[in-house]
């Protein structure tokens, strides 16, 4: 089992900054993809930002130039640096992982989610 623990939400002020970060602690497993999700009060969970094995990046429309998504594969941990935020930013972020994981004797496709954190954009 693969665990994922998220911090770094709480509440900002509209044109603030917050960074998220996610990481990934378990006994076997190879990391692919990793990304941001986000969940608004009411609305369906939507894609932010997404980092597949590699340098490449792919970003929600509204967040582009605004959002950057990282990833440091040494401890398996995800970053979200989020500047210029605005009141329409708020919502519960998870972070996604799909990874290789070990289990009895078989390399198993499985993705895991972060438990959320909330951010808030408010004056």
């Known amino acids: 089992q693969v665990q994922l623990v998220e911090s770094g939400g709480g509440l900002v002020q509209p044109g603030g900054s917050l960074r998220l970060s996610c990481a990934a602690s378990?006994?076997?497993?190879?990391?692919?993809?990793m990304g941001w999700y986000r969940q608004a009060p009411g609305a369906q969970r939507e894609l932010v930002a997404t980092?597949?094995?590699?340098?490449?990046?792919n970003y929600k429309d509204s967040v582009k130039g605004r959002f950057t998504i990282s990833r440091d594969n040494a401890k398996n941990t995800v970053y979200l640096q989020m500047n210029s935020l605005k009141p329409e930013d708020t919502a519960v972020y998870f972070c996604?992982?799909?990874?290789?994981?070990?289990?009895?004797?078989?390399?198993?496709?499985?993705?895991?989610w972060g438990q959320g954190t909330q951010v808030t954009v408010s004056s």
């Open positions: 378990g006994r076997r497993f190879t990391i692919n993809a």
């Open positions: 980092m597949p094995t590699g340098d490449s990046a």
């Open positions: 996604r992982v799909d990874l290789q994981e070990y289990i009895s004797g078989w390399w198993n496709s499985r993705g895991y």
